[in-house]
């Protein structure tokens, strides 16, 4: 779900298009394995949606006992639509557990206040509860009683990319070149299932704290609220109310409401530029002319021997020079202006994936002269990302 609820969602349905997403079969999936078989008809109700979705419906009792009726210590996080708790149940049974044992989970929790968040908790059940690939977050269960409204996932010990790129602590360390590819790998193959024939979804909301780690720094996405079906048949694109994040919505996305897989390739773009350069993608609080990251870094983009002027000082010299200008180039191409200019999910990931070679031969950029850091966001939790921080505020609609 997203992290702001003060605007009142869009009134398109978010239950289209369940045929064409792939099942859930409950099991692990290798990196190259993606479960896919038929599926029901595509819901359009309430009751249809919860019962397509292939995961477990808790009762409240049951996400009560296992968060220990959720305690404000077991609270990994906060946002506008609630809390998220962390808890534990049984790896097998899917009963509550008592703490320490079996399989931690994160539960999270709506305040019980507005339309739109429901249709958000609606669009996570939709798209999660059918949806499986070993960079989406896995949904583990839901819960709709009385007014009650929870989602169950599983717990993703390092929490957001978000925390990691710009919360300064002791426990969020600057992140290395490699892990910063790993992650952006991930998170392109996450995408890039999602573009495939075997979802056709659009994600529509593709930001850092959208980005959840593991123990092994492996990527998942996360917060399917904002989710919609991409077009059919010969449609380029789904004509929608423009919602999302400032700074990272597309150009055509903003001034025409026409939404594609393009518009998400654009916010990669931006998310990859966001981890090149250690800066938020809206920071009003730097000098005039950089509030916008990708305005402040475009002429550097395009100038492969003023590259080092975007990179982030804390990288040192841990990557070489063509990898740079590699990983800059590709950021360039999704950040292009007209949508038919970027590239594919597809084509990101194999890009980034040579960029994974820790044998390619270059030169190492020398250490750069220090810069001013990023300014901390205000906010980590260490689990389920609960909250947007720092100045890349969610505006829904934008």
């Known amino acids: 779900m997203g992290n702001c609820w003060g605007a009142k969602i869009s009134s398109d349905s978010p239950s289209g298009g369940a045929s ?28 249809e949606i919860l019962e397509s979705a292939n995961v477990k419906a808790f009762t409240f009792n049951e996400l ?57 908790w609606l669009a996570e059940v939709n798209y999660l509860g059918l949806l499986s690939h070993p960079c989406l977050v896995k949904l583990v ?43 952006a790998l991930g ?33 998942k996405l996360s917060d399917f609220g904002l989710a919609k079906d991409g077009p059919t048949g010969d449609k380029s694109h789904v004509s929608t109310r423009v919602m999302g994040t400032h700074g990272y919505a597309a150009p055509e ?8 897989s393009k518009s998400d390739v654009y916010s990669f773009g931006v998310v990859l530029l966001e981890m090149l350069s250690g800066r938020r993608a809206l920071d009003k609080n730097r000098p005039t002319g ?43 191409r999704c950040l292009s202006v007209e949508a038919r200019n970027r590239p594919t999910m597809d084509q990101v990931v194999a890009v980034l ?7 390619e031969a270059g030169t190492l950029i020398p250490q750069l002269q220090k810069r001013p850091s990023s300014r901390s966001s205000s906010i980590g939790s260490n689990g389920l990302k609960a909250s947007t921080t720092g ?3 969610t505006a829904r609609p934008v």
């Open 20 to 47: 064409k997403l792939a099942s859930r079969n409950g099991t692990a999936l290798s990196n190259s394995s993606v479960s896919a078989a038929s599926v029901p008809p595509t819901p359009r109700s309430e009751g």
């Open 353 to 359: 994936e040579q960029l994974q070679d820790a044998k």
């Open 391 to 393: 100045k890349a505020a």
């Open 290 to 332: 950089e509030h916008s990251l990708v305005e402040w870094a475009r002429p550097y983009l395009t100038n492969k021997r003023r590259i080092f002027r975007i990179l982030d000082g804390r990288l040192g010299g841990q990557y070489s020079l063509a990898r740079a200008q590699k990983a800059a180039a590709l950021a360039l």
């Open 253 to 260: 996305y903003l001034a025409t409401g026409h939404l594609s």
């Open 64 to 120: 009560r006992t296992a968060t220990r009726n959720f305690r404000p210590d077991s609270v990994l996080g906060e946002g506008g639509f609630g809390s998220v708790f962390k808890g534990w149940i049984d790896e097998k049974s899917l009963t509550p557990t008592r703490p320490g044992t079996g399989m931690v989970i994160a539960v999270k929790k709506l305040n019980q206040e507005g339309y739109q968040g429901h249709r958000e």
């Open 187 to 219: 998170a392109a193959k996450g995408l890039a299932f999602l573009h495939s024939d075997n979802a056709k979804v659009i994600y529509r909301d593709f930001k850092t704290s959208n980005i959840l780690l593991d123990a092994n720094y492996d990527a």
């Open 141 to 183: 269960g839901y819960c709709v009683e009385d007014e009650q409204r929870l989602l169950v996932y599983e717990f993703m010990p390092r929490g957001s990319l978000e925390n990691h790129l710009f919360r300064r602590s002791t426990h969020f360390q600057p992140l290395s070149w490699r892990l910063r590819m790993k992650i």
